[in-house]
């Protein structure tokens, strides 16, 4: 299952937490099973980069060539390996057993000679010509490409902490639910065995597989990072008196429900997705207005639904959500980042074009990244009839870091969250 599973990622771009999630609910595997399947997954998708480069020192052809089935039981075979508590000969002894199964008998024999003589060595032995701390070999160490190293340095100048951040970006995290308000509490989450969460009032940390979780079952609370749940929360207290809220980049829907229950009005949520629109509507509040449509094309939107504030939680490169979206550091590119700046700045003049003189605007993103954040707000200030708010009146109490420059900037290894940036605005 771990091996399909990571090849659908791998290959076809699938995502890891909804394929695992279909699987495992449909699965008649145990609990302790189900938690050993998701983390070879996930594991697996985190260190390929790494175990591809140790994989490409012991083979007899270059490593992008050899058989695709081959590179993903060894790269699943070399996580097992390397850190998880199975002994080394079961970690082999599987492998080859997997590649027997599903590759045929030649192919696990390749794969048994590769296993075993990586075997010999210790994972530090491997990393000997990549211990320095210039970028590419962190890179390699820490299985992030060296873009997104880059894009951390711009922030982060201490190299120990950048190594922090990126072990952090490591390290698997327990699912973090939220609670919807007026249907469940975050007492609610305690009472069944949860760990609340540090900043939000709504959330808590789940020890075990969400689908078994009775709450989201009956719909009333749902999976979302503490980070996201920030986000919601800071522009609800800043909009409080200018509802109704529209939510214009909603799919597939955390946000927005958590948006729709603090709300004392309806709230209007645009996904341009109708796939993802249908994801939205099971789980916001009733009474919620969900639509279909491109976000830079609001159209006569104001007119129908009225709405004084816009949150726009943009499409982004998403290398902010790494230790829950492992995939996305193999996926993106920085070629991408022209495509994605380009949308981010047409989303947010349709929103502020739309919105009444002081109504807010909120611009988030999944993502630390310069181009997304400092850079593009530097933009719309200049360019769009907005006055900035300072987030930090908003923000928790007992957090601290969190504030840039009057802009909302989380990271995983100082508050334990996705890295979310939030900034606030007042259309003049």
């Known amino acids: 299952m771990a091996y399909e599973i990571f090849q659908e990622v791998i290959r076809k771009e699938g995502y890891s937490n909804l394929l695992l999630n279909q699987r495992l609910s449909k699965s008649n595997l145990d609990t302790r099973d189900k938690s050993f399947v998701t983390e070879l997954v996930y594991g697996s998708i985190r260190q390929l980069g790494r175990n591809d480069y140790i994989a490409a020192r012991f083979s007899a052809k270059e490593w992008s060539q050899v058989d695709s089935g081959i590179v993903d039981v060894v790269r699943i075979g070399l996580y097992q390996l390397f850190d998880m508590r199975v002994p080394l000969h079961a ?19 390749y794969v048994n000679a590769i296993m075993r003589k990586i075997s010999t060595i210790p ?9 320095d701390d210039s970028t590419t070999s962190l890179a390699i160490r820490y299985s992030h490409p060296e873009w997104i190293i880059n894009a951390y340095r711009d922030h982060i100048s201490d190299v120990e902490e950048l190594k922090t951040l990126l072990d952090v970006n490591n390290t698997p995290v327990s699912p973090t639910l939220v609670a919807w308000p007026s249907i469940a509490t975050q007492t ?15 959330g808590a ?19 979302q990072d503490e980070g996201s749940q920030l986000v919601a929360s800071i522009f609800a207290e800043a909009a409080k008196e200018d509802e109704p809220w529209l939510d214009l980049c909603a799919g597939p829907g955390g946000k927005a429900a958590l ?3 603090l709300s004392k009005n309806h709230l209007i949520a645009n996904e341009i997705s109708e796939v993802r629109a249908g994801l939205i509507r099971k789980v916001v509040r009733p009474g919620s207005i969900v639509i279909t449509g ?12 009225h709405f004084k504030s816009v949150i726009a939680d943009v499409p982004c490169t ?25 949308l981010q700045y047409e989303l947010a ?19 630390p990244h310069f181009a997304e954040t400092l850079a593009q707000c530097a933009t719309f200030e200049k360019r769009f009839p907005i006055e900035k708010l300072d987030i930090t009146p908003y923000l928790p109490a007992g957090i601290s870091g969190a504030s840039r420059n009057g802009y909302m900037q989380l990271w995983p290894h100082r508050h334990q969250t996705d890295a979310m940036f939030l900034a606030l605005y007042r259309k003049r």
């Open 91 to 109: 970690a082999v002894s599987s492998s080859v057993d997997l590649a027997k199964a599903i590759l045929g008998e030649s192919k696990a024999s």
């Open 123 to 131: 994972l530090d032995g491997h990393l000997v010509e990549v211990s």
């Open 188 to 202: 609610d989450l305690v009472d069944l065995g949860c760990t609340p969460t540090k900043f939000s009032n709504f």
């Open 205 to 223: 940390h789940l020890k075990g597989i969400p689908s078994e979780f009775s709450l989201i079952r009956e719909r009333r609370v749902g999976v």
């Open 259 to 261: 948006l729709s229950y």
């Open 294 to 305: 491109d976000g830079r094309e609001l159209g006569n939107y104001q007119e129908l639904y």
């Open 318 to 342: 998403g290398i902010g959500a790494l230790r829950r979206r492992p995939e996305i550091r193999w996926r993106r590119q920085t070629s991408d980042l022209p495509r994605l700046t380009k």
């Open 349 to 367: 003049e349709s929103a502020i074009t739309n919105l009444p003189t002081n109504g807010i605007f909120g611009y988030a993103t999944c993502s």
